[in-house]
């Protein structure tokens, strides 16, 4: 797999956290963080515009299979799981979900005959494809259609972005231990997303292909039926975040991160959990949340560098030794290993979609930060890329 060497982690910084306040629904929103207007009008908005309708394979032969379903990570050599709930699972659906045995098949065909009727599209039209999607807007079909399209519109847009392949390019990130998805689940029964936003290195990586290598977790987790349910939460570690990372907060990731969440992938997000953020959070936040929607906002909890409340959530069994977890803590390199074990699948992945966009078009050409940050970044060509590195596919775009 040639995962390359650990580099050095900057130094953490303690830091306290903002004061947070309870909502109506219980959860913890930030206090005294207010938007900026004139940020929200140079970032254009949340507003995500209607899109482009797509074409799809037929159903004949795509039953993904039955037996119950497993709580493991990545399936070797990528096989599907299979999609179909039962017990408890199947319950919790019916409860949240609305998903009813008796009209999935009709409302797989009637989402899978909406795509069929797209003009350009060559998409993944199996059962346990679109699933997700029914499953991501409780079966609203409607709905789920549109993020059908959203999904497929992204990645055909920003392809440095959305790209799930081309694993070997993205090694030295997972080897910096910036990303992992936890084993096992928080006590909703949520998979955990683990960022560590100061193991990146802005002379080694490209803030795409940090983008990209979320996306790569968020597209092995949504292979698994139960977390279609149930969703996931993030532990975001802000710890060391300093001008070297500044480039992240420029409108076109932090645009394209919150579309990711709100709008384009089907998966539910249920959390956020900030962790060891930096005195000036106020600042940064308040860059980002002009394109959250209220219930967005409502998910994100603050700990600081105090755990206590995390456990409460997420077990400690399951953490990364340094928050607060067993010494053996999470293996990164185990979960590296899983996600190349399904390089074919993230390959096959990528080999539908819309047609591609000419050269120049698409945002991705047209990348803006809001700061001036490290050497670094003077070195980063117009389009966002470091020079010396192009093309598409993993090339030079990412997530």
């Not at 699972?89 to 069929?116: C, F, I, K, N, Y």
């Not at 936040?285 to 929607?293: C, E």
């Not at 190349?340 to 945002?363: D, Q, T």
């Amino acid at each position: 797999m040639g995962l390359g060497k650990k580099f050095s982690r900057a130094k953490k910084s303690s830091t306290a956290a903002l004061p947070a306040a309870k909502t109506a629904d219980g959860a913890v929103d930030v206090a005294g963080v207010q938007a900026v207007d004139v940020v929200e009008e140079a970032c254009g908005g949340d507003a995500v515009p209607d899109l482009v309708p797509a074409m799809a394979a037929s159903h004949a032969g795509h039953q993904d299979g039955d037996g119950p379903v497993q709580d493991v990570g990545p399936r070797e050599g990528g096989a599907e799981p299979a999609w179909q709930l039962t017990g408890s699972w199947l319950q919790r659906a019916r409860d949240e979900l609305h998903e009813d045995p008796a009209s999935t098949a009709a409302l797989l065909d009637r989402l899978r005959g909406l795509v069929q009727e797209d003009g350009d599209l060559r998409a993944r039209c199996d059962d346990g494809f679109l699933i997700r999607f029914l499953r991501a807007r409780k079966f609203n079909v409607v709905k789920a259609h549109k993020t059908v399209q959203r999904y497929y519109h992204m990645k055909r847009k920003h392809p440095n972005l959305f790209r799930a392949d081309n694993l070997d390019r993205l090694d030295g990130m997972m080897a910096a231990e910036m990303h992992g998805v936890l084993e096992g689940r928080d006590n909703e029964g949520c998979r955990v997303l683990s960022v560590k936003i100061d193991n990146y290195n802005g002379s080694l990586h490209t803030v795409d292909d940090f983008f990209r290598l979320n996306v790569v977790a968020l597209e092995q987790m949504v292979r698994d039926p139960e977390t279609q349910v149930s969703g996931i939460v993030v532990i975001v570690d802000l710890g060391g975040f300093g001008l070297q990372h500044a480039a992240f907060l420029a409108p076109y990731y932090v645009k394209n991160t919150t579309e990711v969440i709100q709008e384009s992938f089907p998966l539910r997000f249920k959390g956020f959990h900030v962790v060891n953020q930096p005195f000036y959070f106020a600042a940064l936040y308040a860059v980002i949340r002009p394109f959250m929607k209220e219930k967005m906002k409502r998910r994100v909890v603050l700990h600081g560098t105090r755990f206590d409340e995390l456990h409460k959530v997420v077990p400690k069994d399951i953490l990364p030794q340094q928050y607060g977890g067993p010494p053996a803590g999470f293996q990164y390199a185990r979960w590296a290993s899983a996600l190349h074990g399904l390089a074919g699948y993230f390959a096959e992945l990528e080999s539908f979609g819309y047609p591609e966009e000419a050269e120049g078009e698409g945002e991705g050409r047209r990348r803006l930060s809001l700061f001036s940050t490290s050497r670094r970044q003077s070195a980063v060509s117009t389009d966002g890329r470091a020079d010396g590195q192009g093309g598409q596919g993993g090339q030079g775009p990412a997530p």
